[in-house]
């Protein structure tokens, strides 16, 4: 079983920065590749970005490549998302999510999310 809980969200104008932080429970983190997701209003979920369980492997949505960066830290259970040159069409709602099996950017595989936290970015 795994918990996890995001944190970071907040108002920002364009160009600007976040960190998005997603804290695990479970003594079993290492195992999971993780994931970050998000969901703009009014838009199904989309994938952002995932890391695989080593932090050797990385893959981004075309609509971040070059702005976004995931991270993890396995002694910590914490995975990050930092996000630079941000515009307004990143308003969403950030999930984070862990998937046992897969590095994957398939929603329906990951097997743990967390409540989400709010990104909003000003024009």
């Known amino acids: 079983q795994v918990q996890l809980v995001e944190s970071g969200g907040g108002l920002v104008q364009t160009g600007g920065s976040l960190r998005l932080s997603c804290a695990a429970s479970?003594?079993?983190?290492?195992?999971?590749?993780m994931g970050w997701f998000r969901q703009a209003p009014g838009k199904e979920r989309e994938f952002v970005a995932v890391?695989?369980?080593?932090?050797?492997?990385?893959s981004y949505a075309d609509s971040v490549k070059g702005r976004f960066t995931i991270s993890r830290d396995n002694i910590k259970s914490s995975v990050y998302l930092d996000m630079n040159s941000l515009k307004p069409e990143d308003t969403a709602v950030y999930y984070c999510?862990?998937?046992?099996?897969?590095?994957?950017?398939?929603?329906?595989?990951?097997?743990?999310w967390g409540q989400g936290t709010q990104v909003t970015v000003s024009s």
């Open positions: 890391l695989s369980r080593d932090g050797s492997f990385t």
């Open positions: 479970g003594r079993t983190f290492s195992r999971y590749a």
């Open positions: 999510a862990a998937n046992l099996l897969h590095t994957s950017n398939r929603e329906g595989e990951y097997d743990y």
